[in-house]
């Protein structure tokens, strides 16, 4: 079973960048369909974006369409969430996936990762 460690959360100002680091333990990511939650205060839990197992494939979230971008390392067995044109609104907690089907938002991936906080203020 694989176990995922995210990284890189904290503060950022409103417009401002950040990039999210997922490393993955006990499996490879080659195997495995990745991508990110998050969980904003107050509303329900979100999927943000997800990667086929080849990676060639990647599709987001309407939110977050254009101002994030999924990606992988197999070597390093890392997946990462660079985040641009940050607001307030993008203010959560972010968590790593993965599953042996593909994440979209109607379903629940298996794998979660504890979570990173990232903060935007304005």
């Known amino acids: 079973q694989v176990e995922l460690v995210e990284s890189g959360g904290g503060l950022v100002q409103n417009g401002g960048s950040l990039r999210l680091s997922c490393v993955a333990s006990?499996?490879?990511?080659?195997?495995?369909?990745m991508g990110w939650f998050r969980q904003r205060p107050g509303k329900e839990r979100e999927f943000v974006a997800g990667?086929?197992?080849?990676?060639?494939?990647?599709y987001y979230g309407n939110s977050v369409k254009g101002r994030f971008s999924i990606s992988k390392d197999n070597g390093k067995n890392t997946v990462w969430l660079q985040m641009s044109s940050l607001t307030p609104d993008d203010t959560g907690v972010y968590f790593c996936?993965?599953?042996?089907?593909?994440?979209?938002?109607?379903?629940?991936?298996?794998?979660w990762g504890q979570g990173t906080q990232v903060t935007v203020s304005s």
């Open positions: 996936v993965a599953d042996t089907t593909s994440i979209v938002a109607s379903n629940v991936p298996t794998y």
């Open positions: 990667m086929t197992v080849t990676g060639i494939t990647t």
């Open positions: 006990g499996g490879s990511i080659r195997r495995y369909f």
